[in-house]
């Protein structure tokens, strides 16, 4: 499994699991990813969950993960599943879904 490309890109997928839905998670992880520079998307599951697909710098991809362990105050983190893929270059932006 790559990581990264020669540029020092990533792809990472994390799913966060417990209090993360109505606690404006999804907000909270859009101002962090657009602050790390960062693109892709997050989404409210049906489960419950919430799921983030973003390309960036591994560094900042690495920031953006350790923030996923913490989410906004209001969060309760029981489990944060963890991807690295190599990057596909389709996002331009950080969206919400």
Same mark, same amino acid.
Do not use: C
């Given at each position: 499994? &790559?990581?990264?490309?020669?540029?020092?890109?990533?792809?990472?997928?994390? #799913? @966060?699991?417990?209090? #993360?839905?109505?606690?404006?998670?999804?907000?909270?992880?859009?101002?962090?990813?657009?602050?790390?520079?960062?693109?892709?998307? #997050?989404?409210?599951?049906?489960?419950?969950?919430?799921? @983030?697909?973003?390309?960036?710098?591994?560094?900042?991809?690495?920031?953006?993960?350790?923030?996923?362990?913490?989410?906004?105050?209001?969060?309760? @983190?029981?489990? #944060?599943?963890?991807?690295?893929?190599?990057? &596909?270059?389709?996002?331009?932006?950080?969206? @919400?879904?």
């Amino acid at each position: 499994m &790559t990581t990264q490309n020669k540029f020092g890109r990533a792809r990472l997928h994390l #799913v @966060i699991s417990g209090r #993360v839905q109505g606690v404006g998670f999804r907000f909270s992880a859009y101002d962090e990813a657009k602050d790390l520079a960062l693109a892709g998307w #997050v989404r409210n599951l049906p489960n419950g969950d919430v799921e @983030i697909v973003a390309e960036g710098s591994r560094e900042n991809l690495q920031m953006l993960a350790a923030w996923a362990h913490l989410g906004p105050p209001s969060a309760h @983190i029981t489990e #944060v599943r963890e991807d690295w893929l190599d990057p &596909t270059g389709e996002f331009t932006e950080f969206r @919400i879904r």
